[in-house]
């Protein structure tokens, strides 16, 4: 995924695209953006052909007809496995994604499974529950896991708000009249939303671009959230290496 991030980014940049990054918009109005770049400053009204929101789950802060869910993922150093698999269950607290991740010389693991919870229900009694639970599931399959030898964290999907309990994993763009919404759905399906929305506003897509220096897209990356948890698992428990 960073990998991918990279290149669009790349791309973007070569293509004469703007990163502003510490702003925090205030609100989105027809042709423009109304944001804040600094705490010091009076907000500045930026010029805007077509705005897209595209800020997954803090697009409540705009749309009142969003909903964000979590769900769980716990990252486990040392690795406990070299094989990727999935078990799957008809219970979803069952079903169990694994994956071994090797970055800079680390080694540990992810696991998932197939439940969501509701983020404004997420509080800390529901979020010990949780930790728990994928405790208590990466235990019965691989053995006992050290508590010490894992960090939890949640991964954040943001769907239009229904009243059916199936999960929508659709991409979704919708004209919401001062700005356009673009929810994205499964990570699979993101190729398919970049392109439609550029067609959504009648651009038909480049097939090949420049890419401007990796340098250039490297410092506005952050490094994957379970990554940053590896490495100070493997900070406190240097002797597991």
């Known amino acids: 995924t960073r990998l991918i991030a990279e290149d669009l980014l790349r791309s973007f940049l070569a293509s004469g695209g703007l990163v502003q ?12 953006v109304l944001a804040k770049v600094s705490t010091d400053e009076a907000p500045v009204r930026i010029p805007a052909r077509h705005t897209i929101l595209a800020t997954g789950k803090d697009t409540t802060a705009f749309e009142t007809d969003t909903k964000v869910f979590i769900s769980p993922l ?9 094989l990727n698999f999935v078990r799957m269950s008809p219970h979803m607290e069952e079903t169990i ?5 090797r970055n800079n010389g680390l080694e540990y693991s992810l696991i998932g499974n197939a439940v969501y919870h509701d983020a404004q229900q997420g509080t800390g009694a529901v979020l010990e529950r949780v930790r728990a639970n ?3 599931l990466a235990s019965r399959v691989f053995g006992r896991v050290d508590a ?10 943001t769907e239009v708000s229904s009243s059916s309990s199936i999960r929508n994993y659709l991409y979704h763009i ?5 700005y356009t919404l673009a929810l994205p759905g499964k990570f699979s399906l993101c190729f398919s939303l970049a392109v439609n929305v550029c067609r959504h506003f009648g651009i038909e897509p480049v097939e090949q671009s420049r ?4 340098e250039a897209a490297q410092a506005l990356i952050e490094e994957p959230l379970h990554y940053q948890m590896a ?7 240097p002797s597991r290496a």
């Open 97 to 101: 994604n694994h994956l071994c991740h």
């Open 74 to 82: 716990l990252v486990i150093y040392p690795a406990l496995t070299d």
């Open 134 to 136: 994928m405790l208590g």
């Open 231 to 237: 490495k100070r698992l493997a900070e406190k428990n």
């Open 148 to 157: 010490k030898s894992t960090y939890l964290f949640f991964g954040y999907k």
């Open 174 to 178: 919708l004209d919401r009249g001062d």
């Open 211 to 214: 890419l401007a220096e990796p």
């Open 21 to 32: 990054t510490q702003t925090k918009v205030m609100g989105l109005e027809k042709g423009s």
